[in-house]
């Protein structure tokens, strides 16, 4: 049984051995907490610390959860969950990892996110024909950002919504779509999408897109394509379902 982390201390987590004592623990219990086993020391590449409850607009409930000292209004249930410099999000169960700015994180899973399910629900206008990249909650800049260093499959439940907003006209739009994307060697890659139902009235033209986006890090991108001469307003609600693991 993995042992129980003691605390971190610049970047350095040690354990709870027998009697309570601090140890460093084995190359297991640092896998269990996402950690790296470098010359007996386990190692975690962010810096995160232990908070107490109800700092920085934060309520934890729970043994063993890290954040990052940045991140503000998240709460979380379980234990050894770890946030990183997220705002706004929600964590529930055992060794969730959150990223994700605004989302909703629930993992029950043998170490830091290898099995986890999460919301995220996106926002945005468009005017015209082309193209438009949509946010979380509508903030420009906060996108679907991957974890690079695992090997992942990331299943999509996508909600598409549509209405336009500049006249009387009742056009609207409500799309079920499912995407797949991948991480092998470090890149991010969509591996299947299909639209299951696409209830419109009055629309022409419109569409929604999930694309593969090359970056530091890498992030799935989200486009809407509305109609020239026509203000549109999109939410997309994405159920998102993660295996993230590595090579043996």
């Known amino acids: 049984m993995a042992k129980r982390i003691f605390q971190i201390v610049d970047n ?9 004592l601090e140890v460093a623990g084995d190359s297991t219990d640092c896998k269990m907490v996402g950690g790296k086993f470098v010359n007996n020391t386990c ?3 962010n810096v995160i610390k232990p908070v107490d409850n109800y700092t920085g607009n934060r309520n934890i409930l729970g ?5 990052d000292e940045d991140a503000i209004n998240n709460n979380i249930i379980g234990d ?13 169960g055992k060794f969730a990892h959150t990223t994700r700015h605004s989302e909703f994180n629930h993992a029950i899973t043998s170490s830091l996110g290898r ?33 690079e260093t695992k090997e992942s499959v990331i299943a999509l439940e996508c909600y598409i919504l549509a209405r336009r907003i500049d006249s009387s006209d009742d056009a609207c ?4 779509q499912r995407n797949t994307f991948r991480v092998h060697a470090g890149v991010l890659s969509r591996i299947g999408q299909n639209n299951l ?6 629309i022409n033209g419109w569409t929604n897109d999930f694309t593969a986006a090359s970056d530091t890090p890498d992030y799935i991108k989200v486009t809407c394509t509305g109609e020239l001469r026509v203000t549109i307003d999109w939410s997309i609600i994405v159920m998102v379902n993660e295996l993230k693991t590595s090579f043996i």
């Open 43 to 45: 190692i975690i590449d």
């Open 115 to 147: 099995t986890q399910r999460s919301v995220l629900m996106f926002e945005g206008r468009t005017t015209d024909a082309t193209q438009t990249e949509i946010f979380i909650g509508g903030e420009s800049g906060k996108r679907f950002i991957i974890d």
């Open 63 to 67: 043994i063993g959860n890290t954040i």
């Open 173 to 176: 739009m409500a799309k079920y």
């Open 12 to 20: 350095v987590i040690t354990f709870i051995g027998d009697k309570g």
């Open 197 to 202: 139902t696409n209830h419109n009235h009055g």
């Open 80 to 92: 050894y969950n770890t946030l990183g410099n997220v705002d706004n999000t929600h964590t529930i």
